[in-house]
């Protein structure tokens, strides 16, 4: 290859990426769900993420881009999870118990003491900022219609009543559940997050 060509050819590629943009994008991930937006520092995230202030922006441009990267993964992996899990329930009236009886399992452990990532960020930024309010929403709408499709499974199944309004029972369980998420972040004993499940489910039935 002519090495003036080569020349142009690094020039225009840029150096390959010494690092896994994929890790990378995890660690910021878990450091803002630990601390939220506006705690975590730019020093914060270099530090996890094992990045110089020139690698982060160039991969993924601000803190404030990569928050709403951070975001959308987050919900691409737990949307992910939950409709594997709906789609292998023996039952859509199952599968909705099954995710409250996890998330109650995780008080007073760590994973219960981050709450939800989408929640927290609802908490932290409500509606004041139409840049994180869109990613937030649209967290929130896809969690309501993993629920919507499995009480429209329990309908057909007569675990609960045709009549029901399965939008307004989807709505119900995704407060029920970033509540209790909440409520577990804030220190909600094991016992005490257990016993809200069966009246989360009485309400559904």
């Known amino acids: 290859m002519n ?15 010494e690092f896994n943009p994929e890790h990378a994008l995890d660690a910021a991930m878990e450091v803002f769900w630990c601390k939220g937006y506006e705690a975590t520092s730019l020093a914060d995230l270099l530090a996890a993420m094992h990045l110089s202030k020139s690698s982060l922006y160039q991969t993924f441009g601000g803190k404030q881009e990569l928050f709403q990267k951070c975001l959308l993964r ?42 939800c990532l989408v929640a927290n960020s609802a908490n932290e930024f409500g509606q004041r900022d139409p840049v994180f309010a869109k990613p937030i929403a649209q967290g929130l709408q896809r969690l309501e ?23 307004a029972l989807a709505r119900y369980l995704v407060s029920a559940m970033t509540g209790l998420r909440t409520l577990i972040k804030s220190g ?18």
Do not use: C
């Open 145 to 167: 219609a993993i629920f919507t499709a499995a009480v429209k499974r329990a309908q057909q199944e007569g675990d609960v009543a045709a009549s029901a309004d399965r939008t």
């Open 74 to 115: 987050y919900q691409d992996r737990f949307a992910r999870e939950l409709t594997v899990q709906l789609n292998h329930a023996p039952s859509g009236l199952q599968f909705i118990r099954s995710v409250f009886e996890w998330v109650a399992s995780t008080a007073q452990e760590p994973a219960g003491a981050k709450g």
């Open 3 to 17: 090495r003036s060509v080569h020349i142009l050819m690094t020039m225009t590629l840029g150096r390959p990426l």
């Open 188 to 205: 909600l004993d094991l016992r005490s997050a257990g016993a809200m499940v069966p009246l989360i489910m009485k309400a559904v039935r």
